[in-house]
């Protein structure tokens, strides 16, 4: 199968050493890297749970058998083989590994594994909250690019800058600055595609916000911030804390929100019913703020799915499921 000018790009980069893919989210980032490890016959894709079928997927439409693609929580189970080599390792959604100043539990594991061929990170932002985030996947890459660092603490005191913010409990470092140059120096084994390269027609869409106001809606919100806390069918909602506040306030105002048991009160369907009559004759995809949401739309007189493969397929008219699950893959 032939690929587009962007990722036959991103296989000469890939040839020539780079080790990191970085690109807008469907500008076709998989491709490429089966085409580049296709010669290889164990390879490993660690990628988020969501994600893995989309890969079989790629990988069955590229003529490509054998891979073993799992996510991330598999390597951390007791039945995980660390002593298995493999040929190659695509580290999918690479950001999840990017978490600071501890890294992710699974880093470790990662480092150690027996890869024999190139290991290659992919991910749309793999430093969207800091450059921080960079170290730990650098170091499952097993990337040398910052120098030999033994911990992220030891690595923050080269490249970073002290930020330190007042909390109850004293000032505390945030580990989330560091110096300038350092995206330059990790791109040194990153090939980069904006969507613009990739697509070059593409238009960036437009925001378009929908104001939703219902009087009650408004008047639990208020009696929350309050009183800390409002009854609904018998069950308490109950937000001691500024941020629980603002936290339950935003369930209210999606229309489900979790009482102090951590079941869920139904309030309003506000959104699904905006939605079914805009949308009603369409095609579309709905991500949820939160999981609760995707109850409310499930009330909806449309033909609606949580699996994309099957709303790719075309057998649902919806696609209905949480921004937490689907965002990523």
């Keep these: 199968m032939s690929l587009m000018p962007h990722q036959v790009k991103i296989v000469e980069e890939l040839n020539r050493g780079m080790r990191y893919v970085v690109a ?22 660690l990628t988020k749970k969501a994600a893995i079928g989309g890969w079989h ?4 439409a590229m003529g490509v058998e ?3 693609v799992t996510n991330y929580e598999q390597v951390r189970s007791k039945n995980w083989d660390m002593a298995k080599r493999w040929d190659g390792l695509v ?48 170091k499952a890459l097993r990337a040398n690019v910052f120098g030999d660092y033994a911990s992220f603490y030891k690595w923050h005191k080269v490249y970073g800058i002290a930020d330190k913010v007042r909390t109850a409990y004293g000032e505390r470092e945030t580990y989330k600055k560091v110096k300038e140059g350092i995206f330059e120096t990790f791109k040194r084994m990153a090939v980069v595609i904006d969507r613009q390269e990739a697509m070059v027609n593409f238009v960036e869409a437009k925001d378009h916000i929908v104001k939703l106001r219902d009087d009650d809606v408004s008047f639990l919100c208020k009696k929350l911030k309050r009183d800390k806390i409002v009854t609904m069918f ?18 209210i105002c999606a229309g489900v ?7 869920k009160v139904f309030i309003h369907q506000l959104k699904a019913d905006w939605a079914y009559e805009k949308f009603k004759g369409s095609r579309i995809a709905v991500l949820t703020g939160f ?20 709303f790719q397929r075309g057998e649902f008219q919806w696609f209905v499921g949480s921004w937490q699950r689907f965002a990523r893959g």
Excluded at 104 to 123: A, C, D, H, Q
Excluded at 258 to 263: F, Q, R, S, V
């Design 24 to 45: 807008k989210p469907r500008t076709g980032k998989t491709r490429p890297v089966i085409k580049f490890l296709k010669g290889g016959n164990e390879i490993l894709v």
């Design 57 to 60: 997927s790629e990988l069955e």
């Design 66 to 68: 054998g891979w073993t």
């Design 91 to 138: 580290l999918d959604e690479a950001h999840s590994l990017g978490k600071y100043p501890k890294p992710n539990l699974t880093v470790p594991i990662i480092e150690k594994m027996l890869v024999n061929g190139p290991r290659i990170g992919v991910s749309a932002t793999p430093c969207a909250e800091s450059y921080s985030q960079l170290f730990h996947q650098a």
């Design 234 to 251: 018998g069950l308490d909602i109950v937000a001691e804390t500024p941020l629980a506040v603002a936290q339950k306030c935003q369930q």
């Design 257 to 263: 929100v979790l009482d102090d048991e951590g079941e």
């Design 291 to 310: 999981k609760g949401e995707v109850d409310i739309f499930k009330r909806l007189p449309v033909s609606q799915t949580d699996d994309y493969l099957a």
